[in-house]
Each structure stands twice: as structure tokens, then as C-alpha cells.
């Protein structure tokens, strides 16, 4: 069997909600040993959308699968010695925390790093470490409306957010390319390094074309609900009994739609040479395109523009992936059990394929301090010890 890429590596999850923890959720899947250190209770994060007997909840399963799990209140002084005995055995922490949070557990980069040089620490807040707003509190819908996102979303004077925290899952995966990025630098010098990644730095990379076109070209645009600005026909249309999204970019995809609609007259017309043409008359074409779907079905209107080389999709709510066929066959979502579930979660594998070291999750979300006494017993506390811990409320 093929080595992971990351074993040996040791990474301690100090993460709270998505960013940090998804962040070590990946570097699990790519071999890491990532310990999830929560408070005994268990964190706020653990208990969000519940789906398990004990609370745990479905967003808690997919961003700290393959973790093992210890619990310790970090801030004690009495956890001191063990906080110190992690850190002598890691290679990577990673704390989504205030900056006063981490100074107090002295996680500052500062003393960190002169404690620990090879360390690589990761943090991520809401609006970065400086700046005017270093202190605010920022969640990912925060960054959405603060990014240009949900201006730009729903319809005109609806802003809307997006649903799924994309924001957070984003820089949760920029920190893991970062935390790969130090440690291959540190094989090279010795020395580890700070990784700060922010939400509102991952909010305004995913809009930076919007914020181009608006110092370029003066250019302010305004929500149009589904259908696209740049190209068009470019929306979501209902079927007989569904809906479907898609998407005509280009001078030839569009003379394939408009053969396909019975509309070749269009290729000629002016108003519709361009794609930028095409996006700012998107209102006419989706209203063309809407009536040549509305006598098909969903899985009428998928053949013909599959036949036609145009991108199409269904839209599908998440109970429908489950039994999507394609999704099946490529194997993505693992069933992975965990006390206390009717059913299995369907957890989506590791994103990015590797030809020779593949990521994998390999096992569940831990339960509440799962390994807390052989994780100590591991960094050379007794059991007297860890029984006086546990008496003291530290762990």
C-alpha cells in the first residue's frame, strides 16, 4: 500500500466551526495524524444541526472526519503542561482564534515560534490581523455580503445569500494548500512559518472580477436572480417537471442553441453578435429558451442540449445526489458510520484526485475526548496524572 503523503505529520485542530477544521479534515485525508481538541462540554460547532444521539451534528461530521478527538480547557493554567507537551510533538497547529485567545493559550506566533521553531501554525479569522476591522467577529454570510456576493445575488432589491458556506470551505482549503506549502519549505530551511489565511481575503479573490470590472470600466452591476450578465442564454428555466440549469457561452455554442430552438434567424441578428451582446439581451433569450423548455421534461431537455454540446444540468435538491446516478458510480460520498446515527453519513471524499498518493477519509468525526487518556499517556502523563487532570476539570 501506497505511503500517504503526510504520514507522520502531526497536526493539532485548535479550530472552531468550518475554515480551521477543514482545513485539518484534509490534511487527515492526506495522511496526517490531526488531533480535534475541544473543550469536555464540546464545542459550540459539535452541536450545530444535530444528526447523532450525543448532539453532533452533520457540518461537525464532514469537517473533522478522520480526527482523533481530546478534550482539555485550553485556557486553564493547569493545562499548561499538556498544551506544551502537544505542541513538542506536532508539526502543525492550527487555531481559527482571536489573536487575544491565542496570546492567553500562547499560541502567538512570536513565542511560538521561538519555542517551537519548526512549527507551522495556521490561523484564519474574519477580516485578517490588521486593519480597521482586525477585531471584528465575521461568519462566512458575513463575508458574502461583504465581498460584493449577495449584492450581486437574488433579485433586484432581494439581496440573497448563498446557502452553502462557500466562503468558509474555500479558506479552509487555501490554509491546507498554505500548511503543505510551509512544511515543504521547512524540509528545505528548517523553519516553520505562519499561515494566515482570512474570510474576507477568500471572499474578495472569489469576487475579484467583479471588483475589476468596477475600477475599469466604472462598471456597476445589479442582481438579475438566474440569469448570467456575460453570456446568455445563461439561467435556470422549468421543465415540465423540473428544472434545469444552462449555460450557451460562445459564438458556437450559441449557434447550437439557436438551431436547437428553431431560432437560427438570431445568428444574424446584431443585438446578439457578442457574448457581453448576448448577457445585457440575456432577458430575451431566457424568455426564448424558457418557452421551448416549458413542453419538455427535465430528461428531455438534458438529451437535447447534451446532443446539442451545450452544458446542462438538473437542478437537484440534496436528497436527489443520493440517488444520482453518476454520483454513485464515481464512489465520492463514503458512507461512514457514527454512534448513534439511524443511517451512515454520506461523507464526500477527498476533492482532488493523486495518480500515486491519494487522499481518503479514513475513519469518523470523533467522539467528545475519544482519545484524550492514550493521547496523554502517548506525551508520557501518568494515569495518576490524567485522573488529576480529569478531577480538576482540565480535561
Not at 68 to 82: K, Q, V
Not at 357 to 385: H, I, K, W
Amino acid at each position: 500500500m501506497t505511503q500517504a503523503v503526510l504520514d507522520g505529520i502531526r497536526v493539532l485542530d485548535f479550530g472552531k466551526h468550518v475554515a480551521g477544521p477543514w482545513c485539518g479534515a484534509l490534511l487527515a485525508d492526506l495522511g496526517a495524524e490531526v488531533i480535534r481538541i475541544e473543550r469536555p462540554g464540546g464545542g459550540d460547532d459539535r452541536f450545530i444541526a444535530p444528526v447523532a444521539d450525543d448532539g453532533s451534528g452533520a457540518m461537525f461530521m464532514v469537517c473533522n472526519r478522520g480526527k482523533r478527538g481530546m478534550t482539555l480547557r485550553s485556557h486553564r493554567p493547569e493545562a499548561a503542561p499538556i498544551i506544551e507537551a502537544l505542541l513538542g510533538s506536532a508539526d502543525v497547529v492550527i487555531a481559527n482564534l482571536p489573536a487575544s485567545t491565542r496570546d492567553r493559550m500562547g499560541l502567538d506566533w512570536d513565542s511560538l515560534h521561538e519555542r517551537y521553531p519548526r512549527l507551522v501554525l495556521v490561523t484564519a479569522t474574519a477580516f485578517g490581523e490588521k486593519g480597521p476591522y482586525a477585531d471584528r467577529i465575521g461568519f462566512d454570510g458575513t463575508i458574502q455580503a461583504m465581498s460584493g456576493a449577495i449584492a450581486l445575488s437574488g433579485e433586484p432589491g432581494s439581496p440573497t445569500r448563498c446557502w452553502v458556506p462557500y466562503i468558509d470551505f474555500a479558506t479552509g482549503s487555501l490554509l491546507a494548500m498554505g500548511a503543505l506549502a510551509a512544511l515543504l519549505a521547512r524540509d528545505r530551511t528548517g523553519s516553520g512559518q505562519h499561515v494566515q489565511g482570512s474570510l474576507l481575503n477568500t471572499g474578495l479573490m472569489m469576487a475579484n472580477r467583479e471588483t475589476v470590472e468596477a475600477q475599469v470600466l466604472g462598471l456597476r452591476r445589479e442582481p438579475t436572480g438566474n440569469r448570467g450578465q456575460t453570456s446568455a442564454p445563461f439561467d435556470i428555466t422549468a421543465t415540465t417537471d423540473g428544472h434545469v440549469m444552462a449555460s450557451v457561452v460562445g459564438r458556437a455554442q450559441f449557434a447550437r442553441w439557436c438551431n436547437l430552438v428553431d431560432r437560427a434567424d438570431l445568428l444574424d441578428d446584431p443585438r446578439y453578435a457578442s457574448d457581453t451582446d448576448r448577457g445585457k439581451r440575456g432577458a430575451d433569450l431566457s424568455s426564448i429558451f424558457a418557452a421551448w423548455c416549458a413542453t419538455r421534461s427535465t430528461e428531455q431537455v438534458l438529451a437535447e442540449l447534451e446532443t446539442a454540446g451545450i452544458a446542462a444540468g438538473p437542478v437537484l435538491h440534496p436528497q436527489d445526489l443520493l440517488q444520482d446516478a453518476h454520483v454513485e458510480s464515481t464512489g465520492h460520498l463514503v458512507d461512514v458510520p457514527y454512534g448513534g446515527m439511524p443511517a451512515a453519513a454520506p461523507i464526500a471524499d477527498f476533492p482532488v484526485a493523486l495518480s500515486q498518493t491519494p487522499g481518503q477519509v479514513s475513519g469518523p468525526a470523533p467522539a467528545l475526548g475519544a482519545d484524550t487518556d492514550s493521547l496523554l499517556r502517548g506525551l508520557g502523563f501518568r494515569n495518576e496524572d490524567i485522573r488529576q487532570f480529569r478531577s480538576d476539570g482540565v480535561i
